[in-house]
């Protein structure tokens, strides 16, 4: 008889444990209506100690140059373009895959990592040109001043000397002892 009533004791511990659980879980995840609007994009979310996204560089860049009404441009453009451009992106993520399958099967076939490789080039140069057309469609069009901060970034961040330092960047500058 004891066995009993230690198991249902040991139920209704778990069952507590578990409602309790639950409970703490739910009030920690963000209410549905404010999730979505909180949170970017995977994408675009940047990674401490490693690089940006993909293509968040040019992006981030662009919008720091441009004036509000050349931005409000740019949205249009990029948004017309949208549809041209995920099916490049769709297409880069295949052929991404299929080299990197590629590469890593047990016998090395040249032939299909470079056609894998080839396709991966040829959609960049796509996505290339239809970056270079939408800026050229700004309006207004972008100042000499504009196009030379696009040209020549700022180092600053991911690249030696950048406040975020790391493996192989530089030291800080110390104070000579006194």
Known sequence: MRKTGNSSIGIVVALLAGALGGALIATAQPAASEAPAQRPPPSREFRAGGPPP?????????????????RTSWRE?????????????????????????????????????????????????????????????????????????LKNPPAVGFGRGGPLRGRG????AQSPPE
């Open 54 to 70: 993909e293509g968040a560089g040019w992006g981030m860049q662009i919008g720091r140059v441009l004036t509000d009404e050349q």
């Open 169 to 172: 960047g530089p030291p800080p």
């Open 77 to 149: 453009i990029m948004q017309a373009q949208r549809e041209k451009t995920r099916e490049l992106m769709d297409g880069m993520r295949e052929a991404r895959k299929a080299l990197i399958e590629a590469s890593l099967a047990e016998k090395v076939d040249e032939a299909a990592i470079r056609k894998h490789a080839e396709a991966i080039g040829k959609t960049e140069a796509d996505l290339a040109v239809l970056r270079a057309k939408a800026l050229s469609e700004i309006k207004p069009p972008l100042t000499p001043e504009q196009r030379e901060k």
